[in-house]
């Protein structure tokens, strides 16, 4: 059974303030790791699918970088806004998506204006 | 540009009785995979439909069955429905690697 840990599981940031948050996956049968954002009641949206070693990805005020070798991904927010406040999912990939993604249980972060 | 449609978003059911969930792909998609959420849990993988076979399949009973249409669209089927198999469905569709794209979701209460 593949353990993908997300920490922490809930965070509260004020308005204006960065953050960032981690995922830990297993460093061996490694193909992808995804980043998902998940707000209230809508469906979860892909922010980033990280494959090499050391990657690093941006996407306006959010980014992610990506350690393969430790089994780490860390996701970013600079200057928090209101909107983006959701559950992040990252998930581990380990057969080029055949073998279905394997999910942490998420962050969910909550930006206090 | 539809995106993943999923029918219905809401349904009761009563243990033992059966459910059919659906599922529409993204537009030029032709991978379709299911996932399950219970309540404080990441998705979990049932399992993944590709050219109208399952491709692959996760830890789950043979209660969840599936099945995929020639227009890509699928359905997941669950039998003998436990008060356990409540929780949420997730539907997301693909073509080929790389991300996935969700649809909203059923929630199912077995009550």
Known sequence: ILNVEQ???????QEGDSTNFTCSFP???FYALHWYRWETAKSPEALFVMTLNGDE????RISATLNTKEGYSYLYIKGSQPEDSATYLCAFDSGGGADGLTFGKGTHLIIQP | DAGVTQSPTHLIKTRGQQVTLRCSPKSGHDTVSWYQQALGQGPQFIFQYY??????????P???????????SSELNVNALLLGDSALYLCASSSGLGELFFGEGSRLTVL
Do not use: I
């Open chain 1, 7 to 13: 920490s922490p599981q809930s965070l509260h940031v």
């Open chain 1, 27 to 29: 460093s061996s049968n």
């Open chain 1, 57 to 60: 990805k941006k996407k306006g």
């Open chain 2, 51 to 60: 050219e109208e076979e399952e491709r692959q399949r996760g830890n789950f």
């Open chain 2, 62 to 72: 043979d209660r969840f069955s599936g099945h995929q249409f020639p227009n890509y």
